[in-house]
């Protein structure tokens, strides 16, 4: 297994663990983002073939189906409890909220297209 592999198993367990105790959320919220962190960085190594950013993750990369998976439990715990996360600011009804749900389609798309054509 790659270290950076075991990292993000280290870091989803403890986050999992913590959050079924209810302690602090923004400790659990700074593992999840930690792990994101991770596993983002690898789906850019493997998607841009970029071979010295092997050298930020060490050893071997994360599998890309495991980095996939990382991401969506990462968003998972973070939906869990929106009213505590950072997602609090993208469900809210205010303005903010209306703004973050109606641009971030459009941000999709645009880094779709500029991957695609740029």
Do not use: H
């Amino acid at each position: 297994m790659a270290p950076a592999t075991a990292l993000s198993f280290l870091l989803i367990g403890t986050a999992l663990l913590l959050l079924g105790k209810g302690k602090d959320y923004r400790l659990v919220q700074a593992f999840v983002l930690a792990m994101l962190l991770i596993a983002i960085l690898s789906v850019v190594i493997y998607g841009y073939g970029i071979v010295p950013l092997y050298n930020v993750i060490p050893a071997n990369p994360i599998a890309l189906l495991k980095a996939a998976t990382f991401i969506m439990l990462c968003f998972g715990m973070l939906f869990a409890y929106p009213e505590r996360s950072l997602i609090a600011l993208a469900v809210s009804n205010n303005m903010t909220g209306v703004m973050i749900r109606r641009l971030f389609p459009l941000l999709s798309a645009y880094r779709c297209w500029r991957a695609g054509y740029g």
